[in-house]
């Protein structure tokens, strides 16, 4: 048969897909990396060079990824002129987290989740010096401190509240996640 065997990236519909054009939503589903940050940091310039001031809608269901990488979309949703409106279905985990919270309006569906957790460590194997492990160490720290001021900042919880929460794995539900100033309308 015609077009057996191959794949899309995009399994929908060439219809569906200019619908959501239309309605300007964008994807992070899977893992956050480097080339799905740099395709949602596109697609926000794109949409926003369309009409500044219609709201951009990120649908998100992801367990994290690069730490980096989430900053990119961070970043980009913060420079962005358009309104951002984030969209938990699923889960948001570890950075997806903070792309989740860091929207303009944010929503969950009934019995979507949240997760937070300090960053984990991610280097050479070992045999490693001191001297290098120090630095990793310290680099570990400033990005715990820095993704724990991102929490802090989008919700209803202090400082020390998010770090005493991502000691270990925290899961938040919608109506938790609405109740901590994570979350604005759960759908």
């Known amino acids: 048969m015609e077009g057996e065997g191959k ?4 399994p929908f519909p060439k219809e569906e ?16 990396t480097d080339e799905l ?5 596109m697609l926000l310039r794109a949409y926003e060079r369309e009409n500044p001031s219609k709201p951009i809608r990120i ?11 989430g900053w990119v979309i961070v970043d980009a949703m913060g420079i962005c ?21 860091k929207g303009d309006r944010r929503y969950m569906l009934k019995h ?3 997760m937070i957790h300090q960053p984990w460590a991610d280097g050479p194997c070992y045999p490693i010096k001191e001297s290098e492990l120090r630095n990793m160490a310290e680099d570990l720290t400033a990005t715990r401190r820095e993704i724990e001021e991102a ?15 991502t000691e270990t ?4 539900s919608a109506k938790e996640a609405l109740n901590m100033g994570f979350c604005d309308e759960i759908l």
């Open 7 to 10: 794949t899309s990236l995009f």
């Open 17 to 32: 897909l200019n619908a959501l054009r239309r309605e300007r939503s964008i994807f992070l589903f899977g893992a956050v």
């Open 37 to 41: 940050a740099f395709s949602v940091a």
């Open 59 to 69: 649908i998100i269901d992801s367990k994290g990824g690069s730490v980096k990488a």
């Open 81 to 101: 002129k358009s309104p951002i409106e984030t969209v938990c279905y699923g889960e948001a985990a570890s950075i997806a987290s903070v792309i989740f919270a």
């Open 112 to 114: 979507s989740t949240l």
């Open 151 to 165: 929490l802090s900042e989008c919700s209803a919880l202090s400082l020390s509240e998010i770090h005493e929460l």
């Open 169 to 172: 794995d925290f899961r938040i």
